[in-house]
């Protein structure tokens, strides 16, 4: 084993393989693999083996995509087979809703050139016969997925980095990871030390343990899994000679369960409610090749559907039961990236889905270690996207949560309850009182709308518009006409200070810097010209600015400021960051009597011309020491009121005092996303991500090219002197009883003309057949790699996608925002846009102008 390596990836799962793999593939070549025991020895070489593109998260779902076409890769460079078992699947929907989430998944596919169908039940039986198709309402079809052999996949990324050059060291467990001042690691083995740039922490079930050698507790915890084989099946023998090909694979909601077809038998797992997790707090490092003891009782409720839902499985004798551990983050996404607060230190963990997901991870850290980003949007399995409320106790509870819903469906407006309340603010007693129906922001307890008095405050769930429409528009309605009040605690918050802070935020920022108690609002970008934060800044004082953004980012920006920290001598720097999470909260008060409301709880004048819009003051308010922005979401009259938690209650107390004779009212979330839509403004995370510029994301006048040398000038100057490829638009849509969620496709009437916004399909797929083993429609593996399915209906093309939306209250009009060709984004004619909601496509119309006071009078009055 050598002393020296550029980086040392520590694990020999799939995971690590594929890591090792891309960096070696990337161009380095200095780098070792070093595993406890055997390749595969974790949870690798139990796995089902399974591997699909389908994912909640379309960016995920990408990389998914990329897995797959990956394996043909390893297995040519290798030599190793990876066993592809390119079968196709269907996911069998049993009632009307899980119908629904088919309908929204297909959608998603269509943009991202995703080969899928919707199909009966008949149909799905054509190819699965096991099944009783009477039991379902429809299902859906994608080519894209089968199953492989673990062992020998993992072993051909292995074979794979080695001809690249790579070294891997068996039987040689990790004890100690310590780093020098320079940031050079020293991984310490039981043969030695290895002194290295990087470190890459892929070690699966013990990836806690590796990652409390560094001090971090990472957000994940092993599960037990069980799955059986069935002794050969005459029916399976039969189909796989009359019709020449093996069974697909089929996911039943209803039942938790997934089937395909092993060897003449059938393989049958369940993510059972009655989940058990393994080794919670500490793994034990002498577990290796072993399995866990069989509970067939636990899964007794999930196979009695099954067997119900697929009688021909319940006559097959039980060969085996397999049951092994595998580690799950909170929202079950992988845990990627590098750790914010350390140098150089990257984890690539919790892949559950390792052979779905494991060569798009590798890619994307191979990238992100390389190339300073990892290519793609990974925020949806970034590590920094949990905060410090992410304990080992709240893990498990979510966790479990997550494996016991793996195979159900999550309506947009539903709040799931483990581990609920983490953080609370002092109002959040007071908030209940006041019937609000809570939901989780990061961690902490926000309300989402009100209930009228005298009803249950509660959700009922739905992809329809449900029990909250009608208070949000209340709320929404009074606050536009009169005043209203919400909660901003769950806004992230930060102060920048100390010589030299306004020159760092220049560098950081496109937007120049505000005067002495002004603000002003910037996004931030990456070297490639891509948006990474969307920012309201205030300064405060002389080398002191108060900033706010996304709670949901706090980490993400965390790991960027500091790592572009400016270095005044070895590792010290005078500019100071502070991140207040909640040691600073807030209110927000809006509508055309805030000013009047806020001018009888201060002692200063709030005029048109002593605040005006943009400023930034520290005063009392309610007799509690606060900072105020004349600013808000909601594009009215209004204020952001920050102050410390100790004096929460007494100026929301104030504030419901001094509002009576205005008529306030208190509002949610939902309501304040309402009224941001009527404005035209974009959301981070939904609008603004890393695969979107500034200028293709409507950020144009925050960019101030000609200001200083910004991270990412450049990129944004060529984008702005070529012009942007996409822009975000504002659309009206003639929706029905359903309103966009996020991520449904845009149709556009452009007849054959290409815009070259489609994504291209996968580069192939799995022919489906009908009972008589005919091709069905045209889904040869040919046509999947040279043309895309689904998103062609005469002159009709999808063009774009939705980012999010909703109903605008005030306006009464269901709104969304979304991005298409830049050569389409003024044209404002109508049946040009068509959006898909639910499976039915609805007239669209984009709105250039917000719907809502589009000269911006009403918040500068």
């Known amino acids: 084993m050598k002393s020296h390596a550029k980086a040392v990836v520590i694990g020999g799962g799939v995971v690590g393989c594929s890591v090792l793999y891309h960096l070696a593939k990337a161009g380095w070549t200095d780098i070792m693999l070093i595993e406890r025991s055997e390749l595969t020895s974790g949870s690798s070489w139990h796995a089902a083996g399974g591997f699909h593109t389908l994912n909640g998260d379309p960016n995920v779902a990408k990389l998914q995509a990329y897995t797959v076409q990956l394996y043909r890769e390893i297995e040519a460079l290798s030599g190793q087979s990876c066993s592809l078992h390119l079968t196709g699947g269907v996911m069998m929907a049993d009632t009307p809703e899980r119908m629904d989430f088919l309908r929204l998944a297909h959608a998603k596919g269509r943009y991202l050139g995703m080969d899928t169908e919707l199909i009966t ?136 369960i997934y089937t395909r077809q092993e060897r003449n038998g059938i393989l049958l797992g369940t993510y059972e409610k009655a989940c058990k997790p393994w080794s919670p707090v500490n793994t034990p490092w002498d577990f290796g090749h072993d399995l866990l003891q069989p509970d067939i009782d636990r899964i007794a409720p999930s196979l009695e559907i099954g067997f119900k839902h697929f009688p021909g499985i319940e006559k097959a004798g039980i060969k085996q039961i397999i049951n092994g551990p595998f580690t799950f983050a909170l929202d079950g996404n992988p845990l990627v990236g590098p750790v914010q607060g350390l140098t150089n230190f990257w984890c690539a963990c919790a892949v559950m889905a390792g052979f779905s997901q494991g060569g798009g991870v590798g890619l994307a850290l191979s990238n992100w270690m390389v190339h300073g980003d990892p290519g793609f949007d990974v925020w949806g399995m970034d590590v920094a996207r949990f905060g410090e409320w992410a304990t080992l106790r709240y893990t498990n509870a979510k966790v479990r949560e997550n494996y016991s819903r793996r195979f159900s469906i999550r309506f947009p407006n539903e709040e799931l309850p483990a581990a609920r309340p983490a953080q609370t603010t002092a109002l959040y007693d007071t908030m209940l009182a006041n019937n609000a129906v809570m939901g989780d922001s990061w961690g902490l307890e926000t309300p989402l709308w009100f209930a009228p008095k005298g009803t249950e405050p509660k959700d009922i769930v739905s992809f329809h518009r449900s029990n909250d429409f009608g208070p949000i528009g209340e709320e929404v309605r009074a606050t536009r006409e009169k005043v209203g009040v919400t909660e901003i605690a769950n806004f992230a918050k930060y102060e920048v200070s100390g010589p030299g802070s306004e020159d760092f935020l220049n560098r950081l920022m496109t937007n120049r810097m505000p005067k002495t108690g002004r603000i002003v609002l910037t996004p931030m970008l990456n070297e490639f010209g891509r948006l990474i934060g969307d920012f309201t800044i205030a300064k405060a004082g002389e080398e002191r600015f108060m900033i706010w953004s996304s709670s949901a980012a706090q980490k993400y920006h965390m790991r960027w400021f500091e790592n572009h920290l400016p270095k005044d001598g070895p590792g010290t720097s005078q500019v100071r960051i502070h991140r207040f999470d909640q040691t600073l909260v807030g209110l927000s008060i809006a509508g055309p009597k805030s000013r009047d409301l806020l001018q009888k ?80 403004f974009p959301t981070w995370f939904r609008e603004l991500r890393p695969i979107y510029g500034p200028f293709e994301g409507a950020m144009d006048r925050f960019v101030k090219l000609e200001k200083n040398d910004f991270i990412g000038r450049d990129a944004a100057a060529r984008e702005q002197a070529e012009g942007p490829k996409l822009r975000r638009v504002s659309f009206i849509v003639d929706a029905a009883d359903a309103d966009v969620m996020g991520d449904e496709p845009i149709w556009a009437k452009v007849g054959g003309k290409d815009y070259g916004t489609v994504e291209k399909p996968h580069g192939y797929g799995a022919p489906r057949f009908d009972a008589d083993g005919k091709e069905v429609r045209g889904s040869s593996a040919a046509e999947g790699a040279s043309a895309v399915r689904g998103i062609v209906d005469g002159d009709w093309r999808v063009v774009g996608w939705v980012t999010s939306g909703g109903y605008a209250h005030y306006i009464k009009k269901s709104m969304a925002q979304g991005y298409v060709p830049a050569a389409l984004a003024a044209d404002e004619s109508a049946g040009l846009f068509e959006i898909e909601i639910l499976g039915s496509r609805r007239p669209a119309r984009i709105n250039v102008e917000p719907p809502f006071d589009p000269s911006g009078e009403k918040m500068r009055a």
């Open 601 to 680: 709880l201060v002692d200063v004048d709030i005029s048109t011309k002593a605040f005006r819009f943009m400023d930034f003051r520290e005063m009392a308010v309610g007799g509690a020491p606060c900072m105020v922005n004349r600013i808000t979401y909601t594009g009215d009259l209004g204020y952001e009121i920050w102050m410390a938690p100790a004096y929460q209650r007494l100026v929301y107390k104030a504030i419901k005092d001094a509002g009576e004779e205005f008529g306030l009212v208190d509002f949610g979330m939902r309501a304040l996303l309402s009224m941001r839509l009527e404005k035209n």
């Open 121 to 256: 039940p008949s149909e799905a039986k054509a190819m699965f016969p096991l099944m009783d198709e009477t039991n379902f309402v429809g299902a859906m079809w994608d080519p894209v997925e089968g199953h492989l052999d673990p062992s020998g996949t993992t072993h051909a990324y292995a074979k794979a980095a080695r001809k690249l050059g790579a070294e891997i060291v068996l039987r040689n467990r990790v004890v100690e990871l310590t780093q020098e001042v320079d940031g050079t690691w020293n991984v310490v083995t039981e043969q030695g030390t290895v002194k290295a740039e990087h470190v890459v922490n892929c070690g699966g079930l013990w990836a806690r343990e590796i990652g409390r050698m560094v001090g971090v507790e990472l957000p994940l915890l092993a599960m037990e899994h069980m799955y059986l084989l069935t002794e050969p099946m005459p029916e399976v023998e039969e189909f796989n000679k009359s019709t020449g090909r093996e069974m697909i694979g089929v996911m039943d909601f209803k039942g938790e």
